[in-house]
């Protein structure tokens, strides 16, 4: 049972580096178009303030993917250890899992704020709901 809730960790982990991979394959050639000279005493968003958006995208989604994604993983892998992986659990976590997809595809391809807002709030709430039962089981006297 435990196991079940892993899956979702391991695709949100697989998903993060199908970003990664997304990111260099646009960065690189967008980066030799601009002729970036790679400068190590310029800031990131100088050396890179040169590349099209629509390339920028990729790499900010990523780096969102390292962000609150963190959060799930702990509360998953909290989850896992106490042997919680019922059917609504697993459920909420693949729902997380499948909301931060969309929030990637929206940001990297139309970037739409409003759209991208709402999933990110969506998923916010479900990982919310996930902390709130790992809490039941760890706090429960």
């Known amino acids: 049972m ?19 991979a997304w990111l260099y394959a646009t960065r690189v050639p967008a980066m030799i178009r601009a002729r970036t000279k790679l ?22 989604n990523y780096n969102h993917l390292m962000e609150q994604p963190t959060l799930f993983y702990a509360t998953a892998l909290t989850l896992a250890l106490l042997d919680q992986g019922d059917v609504l659990t697993v459920g909420l976590a693949w729902a997380y899992v499948g909301l931060r997809v969309a929030h990637s595809l929206i940001q990297a391809l139309v970037n739409v704020i ?28």
């Open 2 to 20: 435990a196991h079940s809730i892993l899956q979702p960790v391991i695709a949100l982990v697989l998903w993060s580096m199908v970003m990664w």
């Open 39 to 60: 400068d190590p005493t310029l800031p990131r968003d100088v050396m890179l303030g040169g590349l099209p958006p629509r390339v920028r995208w990729k790499a900010d």
């Open 114 to 141: 409003i759209v991208r807002f709402s999933v990110f709030m969506m998923a916010s709430v479900v990982l919310v709901v996930l902390a709130l039962r790992a809490a039941m089981v760890v706090f429960q006297a």
